[in-house]
């Protein structure tokens, strides 16, 4: 594989066991996890490799965790696929360990500022209580004006994440969304499902995070990065650290435009292999739909980082 393009994936794909093979397989993982640990002053690790579910899913645990085990994943292809990177992206809180691949923060300062940026969320979620949810099907009308006919009469809501074709993420207050699911409903979602989170992230309801976001970002060191990495704000690539902090700061509140990143990264690298770092295979559902012809490749366990590496021996 000459061209690679690492995605990392957001929350929702964590999952109690998450790394526990790759520490048992590969020293350079136990040592990401080993440094998380010291990081965050607290035994990540035992919470990523035996839950309680209940307790990893709260967004301040799952998102150092899903950065941890997608440093941790990166860090075993590195030496072999270094040279071969050409950029990366990620969803959501992904986006931040697109960055730690790409050079543009150390990983011991990712891992705190998305602990920050997790109680962040929640103590938002707190103040002013949200609800997101997934529309499911093709629309008749646009996301966007099904929103704006819900927030008319009963609440903010917004398009959260374009994931995929046929496929968007509404956040807000409760009100809003429900009133967008059953407006879209009645444009042929053909589902609409209320999600289990504890704010309505990215959207105007995070604004109430804005301060204390902005005071955690300035806080970090950031170098431009090595590769470009595909921002979510503006589906475009980014580089230099100055942007990147902008960009950052306004992601808390604005959609993640996955389905415009994927198709830039496509058009700008024909043949290009997309790398899954992380739990699960939800990213990798999402480009294929996306892209139909992407290779994608799977690594979040021993067994599919195994495959890649014997793959690319033969």
Not at 136 to 147: F, K, N, Y
Not at 264 to 278: D, H, K, M, S
């Amino acid at each position: 594989m000459d061209n690679i393009a690492l995605v990392f994936p957001g929350q929702g794909s964590q999952k109690p066991g998450m790394g526990r093979d790759l520490i048992d397989a590969y020293p350079v993982a136990n040592e990401v996890f080993q440094a998380a640990d010291a990081a965050l002053a607290f035994p990540l690790s035992t919470l990523s490799f035996d839950g309680p579910a209940e307790t990893l899913m709260e967004t301040h645990n799952a998102q150092p965790a899903l950065l941890t085990h997608g440093v941790a994943v990166w860090r075993v292809l590195q030496e072999r696929f270094g040279a071969s990177i050409r950029c990366t992206a990620g969803h959501s809180l992904g986006e931040f360990t697109a960055h730690v691949a790409a050079g543009t923060f150390d990983f011991e300062s990712a891992v705190r500022l998305v602990r920050t940026r997790g109680e962040l969320m929640l103590a938002a979620g707190v103040e002013r209580a949200g609800a997101m949810a997934a529309i499911l099907g093709d629309l008749t009308q646009p996301i966007e004006a099904i929103c704006a006919a819900a927030r008319a009469d009963a609440g903010v809501v917004v398009p959260a994440n374009f994931n995929s074709p046929g496929q968007v993420v509404i956040s807000g207050d409760v009100g809003g969304v429900e009133r967008a699911m059953v407006l879209a409903k009645e444009a042929g979602a053909r589902k609409c499902m209320r999600l289990h989170v504890s704010g309505a992230f990215h959207s105007p309801l995070m604004n109430a995070a804005r301060a204390g976001w902005d005071a955690a970002l300035a806080a970090v060191e950031m170098h431009d990065a090595a590769v470009p990495v595909y921002a979510n704000v503006s589906a475009a690539p980014v580089t230099h650290a100055d942007v990147t902090r902008e960009l950052l700061s306004e992601q808390i509140a604005a959609p993640v435009r996955w389905t415009e990143s994927i198709l830039r990264i496509a058009a700008a690298y024909p043949g290009i292999t997309f790398i899954e770092c992380g739990p699960g295979h939800v990213l990798g559902g999402l480009i294929r739909k996306i892209v139909p012809s992407a290779t994608v490749l799977q690594a979040g366990t021993v067994a599919n980082l195994e495959a890649i590496l014997v793959s690319q021996a033969a």
